[in-house]
């Protein structure tokens, strides 16, 4: 498996890592952390530095209820900190955390590489039109509604096997536009319950019968901090045990906070294979 990141090709048959960059001042966990050019090289820099292959950044936060953002609100915000990043570190791999077209051409012709949608081409009908025609990886996540809505859409009579209808129908769409580089995401978090997530993460190798990589998105969630009855600050143990669980189920890419934390439990995952 591997992807072509502007002639780059990442060879994803040893799981790799993409360091997030929230550059909003409401996510869950890191909003409004990284709002000036020290700050935001500073991190950047420690991503690489610990093993990120990706850095995925995102203008408009989508835990659940997180407030409207305008799509030049995001540009305005996105365009500045892809210029500064790809000029302070010209070969890292930039992931843009957008489910809106223009922002993702804006942002290619900017300097980054892949197309990273929550909504999976379901909030922009020009999604797939888009990323076909750039000829870009994209990583297509499953979620019902919007982030101002999914949290009232948690009602399936069989999560695993629609969130696997799903990305049947929506792969053979992409294809359809000349997708080429496809990585699907559970969407751990994104209209569904707690017991759901769990669901999904212990039948997470059953989507390897799509033959395409798997991210997993589990980093320091709802999911682990409410079981662990504690806060996203204090969720780091508790993602690296189900990075390890996703990696043991076929996990090809770890997106996430904590990259040398994540960066050991591929070490150690590796070891286990051998």
Do not use: W
């Not at 017991?195 to 682990?224: C, T, W």
């Amino acid at each position: 498996m591997t992807l072509n990141c502007k002639g780059k090709l990442i060879d994803l048959n040893t799981p790799k890592v993409m360091g997030i960059l929230n550059v909003t001042p409401d996510s869950f966990y890191d909003g409004g952390r990284f709002k000036d050019e020290k700050s935001i090289l500073s991190q950047v820099e420690k991503l690489t530095t610990e093993g990120a292959t990706f850095i995925d950044i995102g203008a408009y936060s989508s835990r659940p209820g997180a407030d409207f953002v305008s799509e030049e609100e995001e540009l305005r915000r996105l365009i500045p900190i892809i210029n500064l990043v790809t000029a302070s570190f010209p070969d890292s791999i930039i992931s843009i955390d957008s489910f809106r077209s223009r922002v993702i051409k804006e942002s290619i012709e900017a300097g980054a590489a892949i197309a990273n949608d929550i909504s999976g081409g379901q909030l922009d009908p020009l999604m797939f039109k888009t990323v076909g025609s750039l000829g870009i990886p994209y990583i297509m996540m499953h979620m019902r509604g919007t982030p101002q809505t999914m949290q009232q859409m948690t009602n399936y009579s069989n999560v695993v096997q629609e969130v696997y209808t799903y990305f049947s129908e929506r792969i053979q769409l992409a294809n359809t536009h000349q997708i080429k580089d496809i990585i699907l995401d559970l969407g751990f978090g994104f209209s569904k319950t707690r017991e759901q997530n769990f669901e999904l993460l212990a039948a997470f190798d059953f989507y390897n019968h799509l033959n395409l990589p798997i991210l997993a998105g589990v980093s320091r969630k709802s999911m682990i901090y409410k079981t662990l009855n504690t806060t996203a600050d204090q969720a780091l143990n508790g993602t690296s045990a189900l990075h390890m669980v996703a990696l043991q189920k076929g996990a090809k890419l770890l997106r996430v906070h904590d990259v040398k934390e994540a960066v050991e439990c591929i070490q150690l995952h590796n070891a286990l294979q051998k």
